[in-house]
T-cell receptor
Framework: AQSVTQLDSHVSVSEGTPVLLRCNYS??????LFWYVQHPNKGLQLLLK??????LVKGINGFEAEFKKSETSFHLTKPSAHMSDAAEYFC??????????FGKGTRLHILP | DGGITQSPKYLFRKEGQNVTLSCEQN?????MYWYRQDPGQGLRLIYY???????QKGDIAEGYSVSREKKESFPLTVTSAQKNPTAFYLC?????????FGPGTRLTVL
């Protein structure tokens, strides 16, 4: 069975400071892990994905995530937040032949 | 451009009426999905289809129906049996477990 937990429902950071959105997962198989971003009243857009290649994954808009098997984590980071990063972020886990599981989302607020 | 389209963007329905949400993709993906999104609850799976003429119930299928007569199309009908249909509905297709999302339809029951 698979599960995913986003540890914070809301995160607030000041513009120009680092962003950390936390995600822990559980999977019986070698999982694929994804981060998606959703702006208000829009669909979800893929930020980055891990599929058992390099453990540090770089995505769009300066985001990256590190797959840590020992900690079962896949936290999303960005060195410097921009106002346009304000959105909801979803961590997703899946394995071939198994269900795709979405986290409940983390809303990121950027303070001027 | 390849992608997924959903129509309409906004939809209003009176209580007791059925309504159908459109989802079309030109990505040549076999698998398609419907999700419902409510504030603070993330995405919940309504129905999915792995191949034409076949579909499976997701976690919250009651009050909804789907069809998959063509690879490109996966329409969702919200029936009068759905007790609280006001929500944001997202359609997706996938390949190798990576999902591609449409822009969504916001349904409001008046």
């Amino acid at each position: 069975a698979q599960s995913v937990t986003q540890l914070d429902s809301h995160v607030s950071v000041s513009e120009g400071t680092p962003v950390l959105l936390r995600c822990n997962y559980s999977s019986s198989y070698s999982p694929s892990l994804f981060w998606y971003v959703q702006h208000p009243n829009k669909g979800l857009q893929l930020l980055l994905k891990y599929t058992s290649a390099a453990t540090l994954v770089k995505g769009i808009n300066g985001f990256e995530a590190e797959f840590k098997k020992s900690e079962t984590s896949f936290h999303l980071t960005k060195p410097s937040a921009h106002m346009s990063d304000a959105a909801e972020y979803f961590c997703v886990v899946s394995a071939i032949g198994d269900k795709i599981i979405f986290g409940k989302g983390t809303r990121l607020h950027i303070l001027p | 451009d390849g992608g997924i389209t959903q129509s309409p963007k906004y939809l209003f329905r009176k209580e007791g009426q059925n309504v159908t949400l459109s989802c079309e993709q030109n990505l040549n993906h076999d698998a398609m999905y419907w999700y419902r999104q409510d504030p603070g609850q993330g995405l919940r799976l309504i129905y999915y289809s792995q191949i034409v003429n076949d579909f499976q119930k997701g976690d919250i299928a009651e009050g909804y129906s789907v069809s998959r007569e063509k690879k490109e199309s996966f329409p969702l009908t919200v029936t009068s049996a759905q007790k609280n249909p006001t929500a944001f509905y997202l359609c997706a297709s996938s390949i190798s477990n990576e999902q591609f999302f449409g822009p969504g339809t916001r349904l409001t029951v008046l």
